[in-house]
Nanobody, 125 residues
């Protein structure tokens, strides 16, 4: 099993930036394709971005494309989400997730067998 822990959330004003981290323990991060999801208040959990095992392939939700950047450092066992030009609609709990069954990430929640506890991001306008 792998344990995932998110960090870096907080409260910022619209237009600001945050960098989320997801640290893996128990197994090497390099064994997993990874993803970021978020759950806005009162809504379903939704896809944000995913990244392949190698880091060469990434995909973003249309709502964050051009503003968010997903990356990973397999040697350090950590994945990142750089979030720029934040908007009030980015307010959510952000979760990282790991998929051990594919080299590539997925926008489907069901592809991920491991999840972190989440970190809160609040954007004020």
């Amino acid at each position: 099993q792998v344990q995932l822990r998110e960090s870096g959330g907080g409260s910022v004003q619209a237009g600001g930036s945050l960098r989320l981290s997801c640290a893996a323990s128990g197994r090497a991060l390099g064994a997993f394709a990874m993803g970021w999801f978020r759950q806005p208040p009162g809504k379903e959990r939704e896809f944000v971005a995913h990244i392949s095992v190698s880091g060469a392939n990434v995909q973003y939700a249309d709502s964050v494309k051009g503003r968010f950047t997903i990356s990973r450092d397999n040697l350090k066992g950590t994945m990142f989400l750089q979030m720029n030009s934040l908007k009030s609609e980015d307010t959510a709990t952000y979760y990282c997730a790991a998929n051990e069954h594919s080299q590539y990430g997925s926008s489907w929640k069901g592809a991920y067998g491991y999840w972190g506890q989440g970190t809160q991001v609040t954007i004020s306008s």
